[in-house]
């Protein structure tokens, strides 16, 4: 079955260290993979998207993530944390072999002082 | 600006109700999307449209109605039949449904509707 998985549904990081948040996904020949991000009470806004053009992709606010074939990951990355990324993430996944589109359970980011 | 529109932010509704969620957007989309969202869980799809006139049931549509008279307008009715509609809804469109080729036009979200029944 076609799925998404959020590693961690919690993360908390001091300021200025490094983020991580773990997305898999079932594997499939050409997935399009997204990550949003929705402040409390918002809407989702994307963050970025791999769609086969190069397997590291830039986003919004810093961040970037990696498409891994091998190991069928998407891990979300940001060098330095600032207090405004605290917010809940999702993985996406979309596959061409259906108009169904996967969301991820999402990961609450916690930012420390 | 072109954007996508959710209205009312806030709405509460009394056991026995029915009430319609607004959705509008001026993208020019084809598609659009109703979820679901509970505390501290993902979202789940209730229906989607890919055309004017047509929309498909998704995992959670017991309950609830849409209609798709205007491309770019997708009410959803929460109907008395939905036994726990107290949520936050949100709305979105694209670009394309992906029925076919690669697919990876991203889908835009409205600001959602927080729904509390009383």
């Known amino acids: 079955a076609q799925s998404v998985t959020q590693l961690d549904s919690h993360v908390s990081v001091s300021e200025g260290t490094p983020v991580l948040l773990r997305c898999n996904y079932s594997s499939s020949y050409s997935p399009s993979l997204f990550w949003y991000v929705q402040h409390p009470n918002k809407g989702l806004q994307l963050l970025l998207k791999y769609t086969s053009a190069a397997t590291l992709v830039k986003g919004i606010n810093g961040f970037e993530a990696e498409f891994k074939k091998s190991e069928t990951s998407f891990h979300l990355t940001k060098p330095s944390a600032h207090m405004s990324d605290a917010a809940e993430y999702f993985c996406?996944?979309?596959?061409?072999?259906?108009?169904?589109?996967?969301f991820g359970s999402g990961t609450r980011l916690s930012i420390r002082p | 600006d072109g954007g996508i529109t959710q209205s009312p932010k806030y709405l509460f509704r009394k056991e026995g109700q029915n009430v319609t969620l607004s959705c509008e957007q001026n993208?020019?989309?084809?598609?659009m999307y109703w979820y679901r969202q509970d505390p501290g869980q993902g979202l789940r799809l209730i229906y989607y449209s890919q055309i004017v006139n047509d929309f498909q049931k998704g995992d959670i549509a017991e309950g609830y109605s849409v209609s798709r008279e205007k491309k770019e307008s997708f009410p959803l009715t929460v109907t008395s039949a939905q036994k726990n509609p107290t949520a936050f809804y949100l709305c979105?469109?694209?670009?394309?449904?992906?029925?076919?080729?690669?697919?990876?036009?991203?889908?835009?979200f409205g600001p959602g509707t927080r729904l509390t029944v009383l």
């Open positions: 993208l020019n989309h084809d598609a």
């Open positions: 996406v996944v979309r596959y061409s072999s259906a108009s169904k589109i996967i």
């Open positions: 979105a469109s694209s670009i394309q449904s992906g029925t076919s080729g690669r697919v990876h036009n991203e889908q835009f």
